[in-house]
Every structure is written in structure tokens, then in C-alpha cells.
């Protein structure tokens, strides 16, 4: 479920299939919606398995806030899916964080809140 931490900061706690799906794609539409686009932080903890079509997704998410020189965060991620981020790849392409504190943390330190 997605919550406004504050005006600039969009924080997702995901949840597992099949709500992921649709979680995901509630915030890409959120997002390419948007005319002032927050930074995002997406909670991982309560995921255990990603399959492609959230990896595209995950992908989209990256693409619409790049666009809006924006960030995203992702922490919370088990070690499940972490080594599905590791073998495609993604771990090079996104950013984590251990938790959501660190993950809010690192987007105002970089300046982004």
C-alpha cells in the first residue's frame, strides 16, 4: 500500500502475490500521473518471490522517475529476491537499502527531500 511519507516521498509497503502486481502497477500510474513527481521508496519485506512482469514493472518505475529526476529506493528485500535482482542483474541497476529508515534517510542526504 502506498503512503505519502511527506510531500517529496512516496513509501510503498509491498505485500506478496497477487497484490504485488497490482500494487506496483497502482504506483506506476501514480507516478506517470503526476505533475510534481516524489522520490519512492518500495518496502520489499513482506515479498518473497518477484516473477518478470514485476521486474518490468520495477523497471517502468525507474524509467518515470528518471524522467523526473527523481530517486527510488528499494529495501526490506529477502534474500529470495535478492538473488533474483542478483541474477538478472538489477542489483546494479537499482538502489537498496536495508530498511525504510536508511532508505528515507539516503534520499534527503542526497539532497532529493
Not at 497484490?19 to 500510474?29: H, P, Q, V, W
Not at 529506493?73 to 525504510?100: N, Q, Y
Amino acid at each position: 500500500m502506498a503512503i505519502d511519507w511527506s510531500d517529496d516521498i512516496l513509501l510503498a509497503q509491498l505485500a506478496d502475490e497477487p497484490a504485488l502486481s497490482d500494487e506496483l502497477g497502482m504506483i506506476g500510474d501514480r507516478l506517470a500521473d503526476a505533475k510534481d513527481k516524489p522520490h519512492a521508496v518500495l518496502d520489499f519485506r513482506s515479498v518473497s518471490y518477484i516473477n518478470s512482469s514485476n521486474i518490468a514493472q520495477l523497471l517502468r518505475l525507474r524509467k518515470i522517475l528518471g524522467e523526473g529526476d527523481r530517486q527510488l529506493r528499494i529495501c526490506g528485500v529477502s534474500d529470495e529476491v535478492w538473488s533474483v535482482l542478483m541474477v538478472t542483474g538489477l542489483d546494479k541497476v537499482f538502489h537498496f537499502a536495508p530498511d525504510t529508515m536508511t532508505a528515507l534517510a539516503s534520499i534527503q542526504i542526497e539532497g532529493g527531500a
